[in-house]
Structure formats: structure tokens, C-alpha cells
């Protein structure tokens, strides 16, 4: 089991920065890739980033590619996502993820998710 705790989250207003955490516990961390997704209302769970098991590869959706950034320490176990230039659009409850292997886009493929934490962007 892996337990993941997402913070970081808040009001923002549009074109400001968030930074958001995952801590991660129970299982070597460093034995999974890890994703972020998102969920606005009454929408699906959207894919937003993933990182490989050392760091050195990332993924990320066309529509935050250049505006965030997916980075994990494993000696802290935890897994970031800096978000600049924040649009309207963003705004939505932010989950983290772990999986297996890497490049996984489907929330499905996912093992292990944390209880997500709410950014909400302003005009």
C-alpha cells in the first residue's frame, strides 16, 4: 500500500503560481512513477503530468505544457507540481497518483491515489 496526502492547494488569482505537494508513505516511493490529474466539475478526471521512478523523464498534457512543472525528491518522498501562469481553466480539484510504470495517462492505470486538493483560479 501507498498512501498518498496532496497540499498545496488555494485561491489564486489568474496568471499567479501554486505549488503543490504529495507526500507519500508505506512502500518504497521510488518504486513508482507518479502522476497528476485533475477534475473540474461535472468533468472526468483529467491527465495533467507524470514523472518517471528517478525524475529524469517527464510527460505532460498539451494544455499545461510550458506552464507546469512535475519534479519529485525521493529522499522526501514527495512528488510536486509547480503551476504558473494559471488560467480560469485550471481551476479544479488536483489528485496525485502512483503507478508501476511510466507514461501512463489513463487513471486507470493508476494503483494508488490521494484525496485531492482543491486550486481555484480568479479573474
Known amino acids: 500500500q501507498v498512501q498518498l496526502v496532496e497540499s498545496g492547494g488555494g485561491l489564486v488569482q489568474a496568471g499567479g503560481s501554486l505549488r503543490l505537494s504529495c507526500a507519500a508513505s508505506g512502500r518504497t516511493f521510488s518504486n513508482y512513477a507518479m502522476g497528476w490529474f485533475r477534475q473540474a466539475p461535472g468533468k472526468g478526471r483529467d491527465f495533467v503530468a507524470a514523472i518517471d521512478f528517478s525524475g529524469r523523464s517527464t510527460y505532460y498534457a498539451d494544455s499545461v505544457k510550458g506552464r507546469f512543472t512535475i519534479s519529485r525528491d525521493n529522499a522526501k518522498n514527495t512528488v510536486y507540481l509547480q503551476m504558473n501562469r494559471l488560467k480560469l481553466e485550471d481551476t479544479a480539484v488536483y489528485y496525485c497518483?502512483?503507478?508501476?510504470?511510466?507514461?501512463?495517462?489513463?487513471?486507470?492505470?493508476?494503483?494508488?491515489w490521494g484525496q485531492g486538493t482543491q486550486v481555484t483560479v480568479s479573474s
Open positions: 497518483a502512483a503507478a508501476r510504470a511510466y507514461l501512463l495517462v489513463s487513471p486507470n492505470a493508476y494503483d494508488y
